[in-house]
């Protein structure tokens, strides 16, 4: 089991990263996006709108752990390498 260790957002709010120690006391980061489900849904569509926006915003659940790391630092120096957002952001 994974214990999140530092969480860095998009800033847009859409997409995340989470540095993360594993059980091994390793560390990992892994990407995670909100839920958009709910503008996806069609007028026409049989599933309750209300039923249905309550999953949109939520995060989904996070991809596996990309590469195994010896420190937090490390893990977030290779995210930031890796996640173009996060490039972006941080450069």
């Not at 630092?73 to 930031?80: G, Q």
Request: with cysteine.
């Amino acid at each position: 089991m994974n214990s999140d260790v530092k969480i860095l957002e998009s800033s847009d709010g859409l997409e995340r990263v989470i540095i993360a120690e594993r059980s091994d006391g390793n560390y990992t980061y892994r990407r995670q996006w909100r839920s958009r489900a709910g503008a996806i849904l069609h007028p026409d569509s049989p599933i309750s709108a209300e039923a249905f926006s309550l999953r949109a915003g939520e995060w989904d659940a996070p991809e596996p752990d990309c590469g195994i790391y010896d420190s937090p630092d490390t893990a977030e120096m290779e995210a930031r390498q890796c996640v173009p957002w996060l490039r972006k952001q941080f450069h």
